[in-house]
């Protein structure tokens, strides 16, 4: 045996593994798989659970409709209460089961749900096969509750959020490398992921909708996006119509994103009367019907849980009653000292600014993408009462717009790389990271007991982002790694 471990050289026309996989990472872009790979990295960290009050709302469609076949949330309320009662944790119970005027609904008798249905349809295919997993485990002996409360149920609904969110980053690359390289789209990808409340959204608080949001955008954009450059027939229309039901049926305020179509359609309608084409104007009417119609039925669903709920085809009134049309807390909004967007992510930011160099580019989409921004900026701005989102880590009302955000930074990233090469944009993009990530430490463990839930405290934030979250995590690395739950403060989990 030869004592010689010096590979020999390749033969004429023969590659080594290490050239070919240069060879092939040259050709194709790698940005998909990069954030594969962060994504399947920080899923250890995740908390699959169901205890925080709008969690609850979420599932108890699932679960009631499910199982129950109904509407009536008692049980699935109760159920989730007394879990909290365990901790010492009363929220879910004065959230939803301590009555009042409107709370049962003195029509219907039934408990309120704020909540739209949206979530609790887009989880049902992983509900289903956890329910079928649960049977055939049972058949074999197992002893798992089958009741829609046990583990199996909480983590399929929990990470089919987060496969979700997989889907969206990857639909969301995909839309900024339409304006930008592979390193361009994916720094912004991985950065706006990272660097904003998503990935908290994803991983530490699971079955909320702002994951299922992102991906139903994400996913109208590239459906929507696709057909720019021609003429989309009716079919596409109708699957257009579906996924902006789903939107509206996830997050109401998602709707107004559907400002873009109706941008669109304006510009065209404006170019063929002028033009006198009065025969292509009628079949885009006729095309943008179809689209409406296919979006009105797929809400049907959502109408009848108000109606069941409410006695009306509305939501609640206590949330209808929270808006003011004016949308007083615009500017708030973004720039608030303690809830503002941009302080929360200065990635937000950056994003838009981003939008003035796609403009070059394109400028009707970056006019669209803007006008979508500004349109949920406007409808939390109307929330008169909950327009700061105390309690809540960052700015999630803002997360659907995550398409819009990455779209600018890869086009900002893409210009900026030409002046400064890639290693100064590395290092911004890990500052804004750490950024996010020592405002998640504060609010989760750090400073969770001297009001930093109730909004950014900036006196000693500074000392507190890189002095006390390094040597705090570092202290309970263990109890990170291993014994998440035990750090919150309803330890269901």
Known sequence: MSLDHTAPPAAPGQRSPARRLRAWLAANDSGPWLILACFVILLPIAVPRVALSDEVQYYAYLRSVYFDHDLDFQNE???FAEEGRRFGDEAVANAL????????????GLLRNVAPVGSAILWSPGFALADLGVIIANALGAAIPRDGYSRPYIMAACYMSALYCLIGLQLTYRLARRYADDFASTL????VF???PLVFYTYIVMPWSH???FFLFALFLTVWGRGRDRERGVGVWLLLGLIGGLMVMTREQLGLLLIIPALEAIGQYIALLRRRDWLRAAWLLLRHQAFLGALVLTVIPQLLAYQILNGRPGPSSTVAGKLNWASPHFFDTLIDPAHGAFLWSPVLLLGLAGLLWL?????AMAGMLLAAFLAQTYINGAFGTTWHLSGSFGFRRLIECTPIIVIGLAALVERLRLRVGAWPLLLAALLLIY???GLIAQWTIVRRADGFRMGLIWDKMLYYQFVEVPGQVIGRLYDLIFNRCKLMTNQTC
């Not at 009555?99 to 049962?104: I, M, T």
């Not at 403009?359 to 400028?363: E, F, I, S, V, W």
């Open 77 to 79: 309320y109760t159920h």
């Open 97 to 108: 089961l301590r009555e009042d005027a409107v709370n049962p609904n003195p029509d219907t």
């Open 188 to 191: 912004a990808t991985l950065t």
């Open 194 to 196: 990272l660097a904003s």
């Open 211 to 213: 994951a299922n949001g």
């Open 359 to 363: 403009a070059r580019r394109d400028l």
């Open 435 to 437: 950024w996010n990530v």
